[in-house]
C-alpha cells in the first residue's frame, strides 16, 4: 500500500489507523494537526480512521514564525 | 508583540519573550519533517501567552482559511494572523485575498488580525468583514527599514475607529517603535529586529521600554512641530542692551 505523506509517496502496512501512524512517526510531542484527503480528522477519531491506498496525509505543526 | 521566526536558538527565544512583556507572540505551521527530531516550539512560549497562527505560505484566501482552520484544530486557540503573500522578492501581501479570508473566517468565530499594505478601503473592509485589528505594515518584512509607509500608516490610525491599528513588518529598532506609538498606533509586532539582534532579550527590553514610552507621549499629547524657531528664555529683562 501507499500513500501521500506531506506531498511524497511512502509504502505502509496494510491496516495502519492514523493514531498509530501518527505516534510512530511524529517527531516531537509539539501537537500535531491531521488532515487527510483535505478533511482535517480531529484527535478523537484517529484511531477509527484506517488508512488506505492512495491516501493523502498531511500532519502539520507548529514551528517559530513572524 | 513578538514573532518567534529567525531566533538563532530556543533559549534566546524564551528570554525575548520575558523581556519584552508581551502578551501574544506569533508562530507558524509547517508540515513536520518526519526524518528528523524537531523541537517543541510551544514549549519555549511560556504559559498565559496567547498564541497567533500566522497563514504563511498561503498564497490565496482558501489557502490562508485552510491554515486557519488547521491551526484552531490544534486546540492552542483561534486567534489568526492572515499573510496571503505571493511573491517572493517583497513580501508584501495581496490586500484583496486578505479581505476575502478575513469574511470567511471572522464568520467563523476566529479572531483575525489580517496583515495589509497600508490602505484605507482595505482597512475598512476588513473593519466591516469583522476583523479584530488592522496591521498595516512598516516597510518589508525582514527589511528594518522603519516606518517607510508612515503617513498612509497615519491615514488609517486618523480614520479606522473600533479596531486597533498595529504596524507589523520592517520595524528595525526601538526608536521606530516608538515613532509609530507616539502617532497613535495601538501596538506593534516585531520579529527579525529583536531575533536577529546581537542581545535579543536587551533588544526585546528596549522595545517593551520604547513603546511604553512612545504611548506614554501619545497620551501626553506632543506638542506640535514648528519650522521656525520659538524661543525657550524669556525675551524681556535681558542683562545686556540690544
Not at chain 1, 483535505?38 to 502539520?60: C, H, M, P, S
Not at chain 2, 521600554?209 to 506640535?224: D, E, K, T, V
Request: charged share 20%; proline share 5%.
Amino acid at each position: 500500500m501507499e500513500i501521500l505523506l506531506n506531498g511524497k509517496r511512502r509504502p505502509i502496512s496494510g491496516s495502519l489507523d492514523l493514531a498509530a501512524f501518527i505516534a510512530r512517526h511524529r517527531n516531537s510531542p509539539a501537537p500535531v494537526v491531521a488532515e487527510l484527503n483535505g478533511e482535517i480528522i480531529q484527535n478523537e477519531r484517529w484511531d477509527r480512521t484506517v488508512l488506505k491506498d492512495g491516501d493523502a496525509l498531511e500532519l502539520i505543526s507548529f514551528v517559530g514564525g513572524g | 508583540m513578538l514573532g518567534t521566526g529567525k531566533f538563532r536558538n530556543k533559549t534566546e527565544l524564551t528570554a525575548s519573550i520575558k523581556a519584552s512583556g508581551t502578551e501574544i507572540v506569533t508562530v507558524a505551521l509547517r508540515r513536520i519533517d518526519i526524518e528528523r527530531h524537531e523541537d517543541n516550539i510551544l514549549e519555549y512560549i511560556p504559559e498565559g501567552i496567547t498564541l497567533l497562527t500566522n497563514t504563511s505560505g498561503a498564497r490565496n484566501a482558501r489557502e490562508a482559511v485552510r491554515i486557519a482552520r488547521l491551526a484552531r484544530e490544534s486546540g492552542c486557540g483561534n486567534w489568526v494572523k492572515i499573510e496571503v503573500i505571493n511573491d517572493s522578492k517583497y513580501l508584501l501581501p495581496d490586500n484583496a485575498e486578505t479581505v476575502k479570508a478575513t469574511e470567511i473566517l471572522a464568520a467563523e468565530g476566529f479572531i483575525v488580525l489580517p496583515y495589509i499594505s497600508p490602505d484605507l478601503y482595505t482597512a475598512r473592509a476588513l473593519v466591516e468583514a469583522g476583523a479584530a485589528a488592522v496591521m498595516p505594515l512598516g516597510s518589508l518584512i525582514g527589511s528594518n527599514q522603519g516606518l517607510k509607509s508612515k503617513e498612509f500608516i497615519r491615514i488609517l490610525v486618523d480614520e479606522i475607529d473600533g479596531v486597533p491599528v498595529i504596524v507589523d513588518a520592517g520595524i528595525g529598532a526601538p526608536s521606530q517603535a516608538a515613532e509609530a506609538m507616539e502617532m497613535g498606533v495601538d501596538a506593534v509586532l516585531a520579529n527579525t529586529a529583536v531575533a536577529t539582534a546581537g542581545d535579543p532579550a536587551g533588544i526585546a527590553l528596549a522595545f517593551s521600554l520604547a513603546i511604553r514610552a512612545g504611548r506614554l507621549a501619545y497620551l501626553s499629547r506632543l506638542p506640535a512641530g514648528h519650522s521656525q524657531a520659538a524661543a525657550s528664555s524669556p525675551l524681556t529683562g535681558f542683562l545686556f542692551e540690544p
